[in-house]
């Protein structure tokens, strides 16, 4: 019965508001066409009355398709009944305010003055009054005030790197027993710990969750048992998003195939229509300050086919070179033909997600604010060229700070050019404003730009560089910092230099992360890197050097984590050869080798030439580095290992014990 009640009393509330502010609307609009422009309190509200009334008639079309869970409806019933107090309130704000035609001179002078002491309450009402985004945020806030105890996460899809770095940030905020230990599956450890009721309820945001592949790659894991490759191979990112009575989960993705596969149902689909004009007027004036002509507003934004991010950025140009700078003038500077401008739109930017148009918006007004900055601030576009090598999320300061300048403008101060870039909205901040992101178009286009001028490989010897000195090697110590690191290291991958150091710390940089990826069980993405870097030192270095058959035995180890056993054989039988033609038969490289062969053997249950191998590695090590050397030890637990799956359980039992 109360399920019932909220559903009228919602449906009756956005009637009235509805109606009561079509009828607000409709006065301020007489208002204007009698007697001229409307005093600069209610230029917001006239603007973005409509976007909410909008909101709302489709709110109550989604109650009356029965399209609207009960909980949702009641929950939005205390955020309608406040716009509606709201909108009271405006309508006695311009009863007392504006004037009427039959007014005399004074009068609307006297009121006129007056309505300036109603700015505070008119900013509120018009907070209040900013269309489905705000009424949107109301939700949540409403509902969060209604349960604080309903845990709220918000996780990356962009990449599987992403999308276990949020995993990982939820384990360490929930404090999951385990979560920090080396050997720990953060995916099922989360997992299982949303599927437990008893841990109560929780809201999952999964952001940007464009591609399919990324929730449908294998995810397996290497345990120290070949078994373990077998039984979870099969496993995938989408096993890892739970069911359970107590969740709820938003999914944002630009794919509608994407967003059916994981919903699983067409009907719990809810699509964001582009922004029509009415909607891209009023998110101009709401980011521009002072008057323009609606004419020329009504041009710019059609232009710029009503694209939020484009608009934004306009006005953020206009309002920094205000007054010189108006809409007239900007709308001049778009529709320049500006050679390098067509060269950027005639690039194929490789998203068939996106719409073409609204792409072509957005690089061009990137590209006039690039060439202000550029002339005003050279120092801000050599910040804003590293950041577009960088993965778009999650830029740390501490890789940006000092890494940027060139020779002639080292002295340059960081917080001003990121205080212009942020100022252009080029570039946005996080909460605590230590990191950074930035738009995938945005990065486009810087990259695109330092293509067609020739300096674009000169940025990537620089980021990959920086990355080498920033990225440890993937040791458990390092584990955090690689965590933060790991998604600009996978974008070091497209940065590969011509040749040299810096094409060597490129090598370098994908031989650390692939450590790291393959310590957490990211398998595939570790070969794809030590293929890279194998390929990369064949053609500069050849094929025996020392830091080639290194790269050689890497790849065999993850090739073996993998269950691919034959490659891997393949491998470390030509790490092995090489590492006894150039550094001998003794060197404690080439006993690793020997001894990484040994296991492969055994996983292909070889177990006469792995015990063979094993032993060659044990007597080396002896010999070497002595009999208590933890390498030794090693080696002795390989070969009692072996003995046990060869049935030789005397002699296996003499060896564990020794390594005991």
């Given at each position: 019965m109360a399920e019932a009640l909220a559903v009228v009393g919602i449906v009756v509330n956005i009637i009235q508001l509805v109606d009561f502010?079509?009828?607000?609307?409709?006065?301020?609009?007489?208002?204007?066409?009698?007697?001229?422009?409307?005093?600069?309190?209610?230029?917001?509200?006239?603007?973005?009355?409509?976007?909410?009334?909008?909101?709302?008639?489709?709110?109550?079309?989604?109650?009356?398709?029965?399209?609207?869970?009960?909980?949702?409806?009641?929950?939005?019933?205390?955020?309608?009944?406040g716009c509606g107090v709201q909108i009271k309130s405006l309508d006695d704000v311009i009863v007392k305010v504006l004037p009427t035609s039959g007014d005399s001179w004074a009068r609307r002078g006297r009121m006129a003055l007056g309505s300036l002491r109603y700015d505070a309450k008119m900013e509120k009402i018009t907070a209040v009054v900013r269309g489905k985004s705000q009424l949107a945020v109301e939700y949540s806030y409403r509902v969060r005030e209604k349960s604080s105890a309903t845990w709220v996460f918000w996780v990356h899809a962009s990449s599987i790197a992403r999308f276990e770095e949020g995993y990982r940030k939820i384990a360490e905020r929930a404090k999951l027993p385990g979560w920090d230990q080396p050997d720990v599956d953060i995916l099922r450890l989360v997992y299982s710990w949303l599927c437990d009721e008893a841990n109560g309820r929780w809201v999952i945001i999964i952001d940007n969750a464009d591609d399919l592949g990324v929730f449908s790659c294998p995810l397996g894991r290497y345990k120290g048992s070949k078994g373990d490759v077998s039984s979870n191979a099969a496993a995938a990112l989408l096993e890892s998003l739970p069911q359970s009575p107590n969740r709820s989960i938003l999914i944002t993705s630009r794919s509608r195939d994407v967003a059916f596969r994981l919903t699983g149902s067409y009907a719990d689909i809810i699509r964001v229509h582009p922004m029509d004009q009415s909607h891209a007027l009023a998110l101009l004036r709401n980011k521009l300050e002072g008057s323009f002509e609606q004419d020329d507003a009504v041009a710019l934004v059609e232009a710029l086919d009503y694209m939020p991010l484009a608009i934004t950025q306009a006005a953020a140009y206009i309002s920094q070179r205000a007054p010189r700078v108006t809409v007239s003038r900007y709308l001049q500077d778009l529709g320049k033909d500006d050679r390098d401008r067509a060269k950027l739109l005639d690039i194929d930017i490789g998203d068939s997600r996106r719409d073409g148009t609204a792409s072509n918006s957005i690089i061009a007004t990137w590209q006039i604010s690039f060439k202000h900055i550029r002339r005003e601030r050279p120092s801000a576009t050599q910040l804003l060229s590293l950041m577009s090598l960088f993965d778009r999320r999650g830029i740390p300061e501490s890789l940006l700070s000092g890494h940027y300048q060139g020779d002639n403008n080292a002295s340059s101060d960081f917080e001003d050019d990121l205080n212009t870039l942020t100022s252009f909205s080029l570039v946005a901040t996080d909460v605590e404003g230590h990191q950074f992101e930035m738009h995938r178009l945005m990065q486009f286009s810087t990259r695109k730009w330092l293509e067609l001028q020739g300096e674009l490989e000169g940025w990537r010897?620089?980021?990959?560089?920086?990355?080498?000195?920033?990225?440890?090697?993937?040791?458990?110590?390092?584990?955090?910092?690689?965590?933060?690191?790991?998604?600009?290291?996978?974008?070091?991958?497209?940065?590969?230099?011509?040749?040299?150091?810096?094409?060597?710390?490129?090598?370098?940089?994908?031989?650390?992360?692939?450590?790291?990826?393959?310590?957490?069980?990211?398998?595939?993405?570790?070969?794809?890197?030590?293929?890279?870097?194998?390929?990369?030192?064949?053609?500069?270095?050849?094929?025996?050097?020392?830091?080639?058959?290194?790269?050689?035995?890497?790849?065999?180890?993850?090739?073996?984590?993998?269950?691919?056993?034959?490659?891997?054989?393949?491998?470390?039988?030509?790490?092995?050869?090489?590492?006894?033609?150039?550094?001998?038969?003794?060197?404690?490289?080439?006993?690793?080798?020997?001894?990484?062969?040994?296991?492969?053997?055994?996983?292909?249950?070889?177990?006469?030439?792995?015990?063979?191998?094993?032993?060659?590695?044990?007597?080396?090590?002896?010999?070497?580095?002595?009999?208590?050397?933890?390498?030794?030890?090693?080696?002795?637990?390989?070969?009692?290992?072996?003995?046990?799956?060869?049935?030789?359980?005397?002699?296996?039992?003499?060896?564990?014990?020794?390594?005991?």
């Open positions: 502010g079509s009828r607000v609307l409709k006065r301020l609009e007489e208002y204007q066409s009698k007697l001229g422009e409307i005093p600069e309190v209610f230029r917001h509200i006239k603007a973005e009355l409509p976007v909410l009334l909008d909101a709302l008639r489709q709110t109550r079309a989604a109650i009356d398709a029965g399209c609207m869970q009960d909980e949702t409806k009641k929950a939005l019933l205390p955020a309608v009944e010897e620089k980021y990959v560089t920086l990355m080498d000195d920033s990225h440890p090697v993937g040791r458990h110590e390092n584990w955090k910092a690689c965590q933060a690191l790991f998604p600009h290291a996978q974008a070091a991958v497209a940065c590969r230099p011509t040749d040299g150091g810096p094409l060597e710390a490129w090598v370098s940089v994908l031989f650390k992360a692939a450590w790291y990826s393959s310590e957490m069980g990211r398998y595939y993405v570790a070969e794809e890197m030590d293929r890279s870097a194998l390929d990369a030192r064949e053609a500069t270095l050849g094929g025996e050097h020392p830091d080639t058959l290194t790269s050689v035995n890497n790849l065999g180890l993850v090739l073996e984590r993998q269950g691919k056993y034959e490659e891997a054989e393949a491998m470390n039988r030509r790490a092995l050869e090489g590492y006894e033609k150039v550094l001998g038969p003794e060197h404690p490289d080439m006993l690793t080798s020997v001894n990484n062969l040994g296991l492969v053997l055994e996983g292909q249950g070889k177990y006469e030439e792995a015990e063979a191998m094993n032993r060659r590695a044990l007597e080396g090590y002896e010999k070497v580095l002595g009999p208590e050397h933890p390498s030794t030890l090693t080696s002795v637990n390989n070969l009692g290992s072996v003995l046990e799956r060869h049935g030789k359980y005397g002699e296996a039992e003499k060896m564990n014990r020794r390594a005991l």
